[in-house]
């Protein structure tokens, strides 16, 4: 089989990778840079992303070096996520530069092969696969793969050389952060100061390092990759009024709110996944975690493809269920920026939102959104049905071998037939045992005693009484020809 062959070593990159060879699938990922730069952009997981990486086995190293906060914000307020269901209501704090590490760590023991140092500068693809053209040490090489998979980053070279579009708006709005090895703050200000002159927050990242962050409506001036403690120190005077002794700075960025959406994912044999797919303002920790996530819906398919199982229109899917999951997080950042910017005006829309926050319906519905956990993809069966296309809230599981998790049952990136029904008739799934497990556990309090049918990146495509007709029907449609009727 000729390799899904990744350009990008960041979160999606990486997580990716570890889907596809959890699937089964060779894997070649092409990362320039010679080693990780060691710096954190992004430094929060949300619950769906912890429930994706727990669903592969992969979650518990994140959690013994992360931590976890019960809370995440929209536009600056707060929202309590331990009010979210299933078993991770929380936030995990886990900078980027980690996720990678741990990611990476991850993909490698599952035997995928990383080249750092490997640039990819060219591509073509044709009816069985692709080819691209790699600069390493000076050289250049073409390397062939069945699929290629863009995670290289919003200046994506995939997403040029694939000819896809990715319309949107500049930046009008302007951060800069700066990561510094002491800050000697009065109490006043570890908090976000929000005024006519921006932004200005104090993030503490561990007993080390503090993250200085200032948004303004002006470009930075000088040279902000570069910032001196005394640079920064002016900085806080000014946004602040405050002169606060500052210490040398490990490294400093800047960033924006240019919003753009790739106009397909999808290209041939060519994929765009993460910030390569959708770039916006980092407010409210959306880029990392929906990268991740595209990642989750896009391995299993291109895997089933590869296997041979794959019913008709399987790869389309991902763009089809991926580009509106991206729409809407561009669209919600941007409603967030109109929230908080220029803070003077908006303080009585903020007011209004936080007394609207006090709603359970929109609290709720909000927390659900941020976390990543209400996203509903389109499949067969009555519209209004409240689980369908979802994923399945985790819970404790009893079944005849022990104790386990929904999330758990999924570990091995198969689908499921989870049957809570303590009745016989899943016999159904016996011509789909090659890629689709049946567990059998007793029913839970917040899930009716029926059988559900997931697939392999945790969404529930059929639930109802095991003998049904429609779970034939669903296997087929998303798990392809039973294996006794393939020729
Ligand atoms: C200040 C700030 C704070 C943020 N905070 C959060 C947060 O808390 N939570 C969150 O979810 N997101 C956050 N984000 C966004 C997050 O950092 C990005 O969404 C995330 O890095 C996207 O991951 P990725 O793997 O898609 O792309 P990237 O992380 O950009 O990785 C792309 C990789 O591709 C490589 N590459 C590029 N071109 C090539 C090529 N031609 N050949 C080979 N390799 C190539 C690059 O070297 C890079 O390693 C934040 C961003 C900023 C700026």
């Known amino acids: 089989m000729s390799p899904v062959v990744i350009v990008g070593a960041g979160p999606t990159g990486l997580m990716l990778a570890c889907e596809l060879r959890v699937a089964g699938v060779a894997t070649v990922l092409l990362e320039r840079l010679p080693e990780p730069t060691g710096q954190s952009r992004a430094l ?166 503090t993250r200085l962050m200032f948004i303004q409506d002006e470009p930075p001036r000088g040279d902000v990759e570069n910032l001196t403690a005394e640079d920064l120190r002016a900085m806080v005077r000014e946004m602040t009024g405050m002169d606060v002794a500052v210490g040398r700075p490990q490294w400093s960025s800047r960033f924006g709110d240019a919003t753009r959406l790739a106009e397909r994912y999808r290209q041939g044999r060519v994929f765009l996944a993460g910030d390569a797919a959708h770039i916006h303002f980092p407010l409210a920790a959306q880029g990392m975690n929906t990268g991740i996530q595209d990642a989750a819906n896009l391995g299993w398919k291109l895997a089933a493809t590869l296997h041979g199982w794959a019913p008709p229109g399987l790869l389309d899917t991902y763009h089809s269920e991926r580009h509106p999951v991206g729409e809407f997080v561009c669209t919600n950042v941007r409603a967030q920026i109109v929230l908080t910017f220029p803070s003077d005006r908006m303080a009585p829309a903020r007011d209004l939102l936080s007394r609207l926050l006090e709603f359970d319906d929109v609290h709720d519905y909000l927390s659900r959104r941020m976390s990543g956990t209400d996203v509903r ?111």
């Open 44 to 209: 929060a997981l949300h619950a769906r992303s912890a429930e994706v990486l727990d669903q592969r086995g992969l979650l518990d190293p994140f959690l013994a070096e992360g931590v976890v906060w019960p809370h995440g914000h929209y536009a600056g307020l707060r929202l309590d996520m331990a009010r979210l269901d299933g078993r991770h209501r929380y936030t995990l704090h886990a900078p980027q530069s980690r996720v990678e590490a741990l990611l990476e760590k991850a993909a490698v023991g599952l035997g995928a092969e990383i080249r750092r140092g490997h640039e990819v500068v060219g591509l073509s693809q044709h009816d069985d696969g692709v080819e691209v053209t790699v600069r390493a040490n000076g050289d250049e090489y073409r390397l062939s793969g069945s699929y290629l998979v863009g995670c290289d980053g919003g200046h994506s070279a995939v997403r040029k050389l694939a000819g896809i579009g990715f319309p949107g708006t500049p930046s009008s709005l302007w951060g800069v952060l700066a990561d510094v090895d002491a800050f000697d703050a009065p109490v006043a200000i570890r908090e976000a100061i929000i005024s006519e002159r921006g932004w200005f927050s104090v993030i503490p990242l561990d007993e080390k390092l």
């Open 377 to 487: 993809y389109r499949v067969d069966g009555p519209q209004d049905d409240p689980l369908l296309g979802r994923r399945l809230p985790d819970a404790v599981l009893a079944t005849a071998d022990g104790e386990t998790t929904v999330l758990a049952t999924l570990r091995g990136g198969r689908g499921v037939l989870l049957d809570l029904s303590a009745g016989g008739g899943t016999d159904a799934v016996h011509g789909w045992s090659d890629r689709v497990d049946l567990v059998r556990a007793d029913a839970v309090p917040d899930l009716p005693p029926e059988a559900f049918l997931l697939r392999p990146d945790g969404h529930l495509v059929w639930h109802g009484r095991a003998g049904d007709d429609g779970l034939a029907e669903a296997l087929r449609n998303w798990f392809g020809v039973p294996a006794a009727a393939n020729p």
